[in-house]
């Protein structure tokens, strides 16, 4: 079976522009999360989708915004990009809520 | 919010040594789980252990919910084994990482 998946891998924006990252989940994962990484730390919560609604948001601006689709996939969405933006972004999947998340590979955003 | 406080912050071994990384956190949680974040950022996942004790070959996890606390042993270390360990614990529907133990394993 495929694991989670994301793209695009790699990404350069400039400030000020506008992201979205792509994220679908194991077969059968009806829950995703969003992270972001940057270096040196753990992951940071974003957001976590389940049955297409938004269960939970972490500490994140309004800049950022997310939605899940009929099919569980999932976008990430990041406004007015700020220098403070560059991470890595990881997304996660769960069969439920609160089930063990499986990661996929990562989108590294840089913004210039 | 919850604090995840991991411990050592660096660790490192020759190969073939055993060690121990430690988890606490502040409250109450649903779960716990223990992750390898490989050099090129994938977070593979080792352990879902809110509680108890689990072992999969050389490694094994023991969370003490009551105390607020996990062990990650891993045993006979590999080169393999470099990176960096992370504990995350699942509260209000949100998964708070720790900071992370970055192990060499040299050979």
């Known amino acids: 079976d495929a694991g989670v998946t994301q793209s695009p891998t790699h990404l350069i924006k400039t400030r000020g522009q506008h992201v979205t990252l792509r994220c679908s989940p194991i077969s059968g994962h009806k829950s995703v999360s969003w992270y972001q990484q940057v270096l040196g730390q753990g992951p940071q919560f974003i957001f976590q989708y389940y049955e297409k609604e938004e269960r939970g948001r972490g500490n994140f601006p309004d800049r950022f915004s997310a939605r899940q689709f009929p099919n569980y996939s999932s976008e990430l969405n990041v406004n007015a990009l700020l220098l403070g933006d560059s991470a890595l972004y990881l997304c996660?999947?769960?069969?439920?809520?609160?089930?063990?998340?499986?990661f996929g590979p990562g989108t590294r955003l840089t913004v210039l | 919010g919850i604090q995840v406080e991991q411990s050592p912050p660096d660790l490192i071994l020759q190969e073939g040594a055993n060690s121990t990384l430690r988890c606490n956190f502040s409250d109450s949680v649903n779960n716990l789980q223990w992750f390898h974040q490989n050099p090129w950022g994938q977070l593979i996942n080792l352990f879902y252990?809110?509680?108890g004790t689990k072992q999969n070959g050389r490694l094994s996890a023991t969370t003490v919910a009551t105390e607020r606390y996990s062990l990650l042993y891993i045993s006979s270390s590999q080169t393999t084994d470099s990176g960096v360990y992370f504990c995350?614990?699942?509260?209000?529907?949100?998964?708070?990482f720790g900071k992370g133990t970055m192990l060499l394993v040299s050979p």
């Open positions: 252990i809110p509680s």
């Open positions: 996660a999947s769960s069969v439920d809520m609160s089930d063990t998340q499986y």
């Open positions: 995350a614990v699942e509260a209000y529907s949100t998964l708070t």
